[in-house]
């Protein structure tokens, strides 16, 4: 079992900056990949960042530039932090744990075993 837990969202003008973070608990953190993800209003939960056991990272790519996903294995938590944000990032943001894998990571939210109860992003223009 995996337990995660989102912090850092909030209200932020078009323009500003916040950064996210997901506490892991329950299995040994550095073992596994995590990503990011979001949904806004009426559409599908979209993957945003993902980072495997190594540090490797990957993006969505119009997000490339603009988010940073990393970790700290020391306090089980992984980070997202946003920048130049836009009203269309609002969207609630949910961690996710993918347990299973054992080597690079995924960018399908069907291959994640663990989420957290997401954070609420609003960008305001």
């Known amino acids: 079992q995996v337990q995660l837990v989102e912090s850092g969202g909030g209200l932020v003008q078009a323009g500003g900056s916040l950064r996210l973070s997901c506490a892991a608990s329950?299995?040994?953190?550095?073992?596994?990949?995590m990503g990011w993800f979001r949904q806004a209003p009426g559409k599908d939960r979209e993957f945003v960042a993902a980072i495997d056991r190594n540090g490797g990272t990957y993006y969505a790519q119009s997000l490339k530039g603009r988010f940073t996903i990393s970790r700290d294995n020391g306090k089980n938590t992984i980070y997202l932090q946003m920048h130049t944000l836009k009203p269309e990032d609002t969207a609630v943001y949910y961690c996710?744990?993918?347990?299973?894998?054992?080597?690079?990571?995924?960018?399908?939210?069907?291959?994640?075993?663990?989420w957290g109860q997401g954070t609420q992003v609003t960008v305001s223009s």
């Open positions: 996710a744990a993918d347990i299973r894998r054992m080597v690079g990571l995924s960018t399908r939210r069907d291959e994640y075993d663990y």
């Open positions: 329950g299995r040994t953190f550095s073992w596994y990949p």
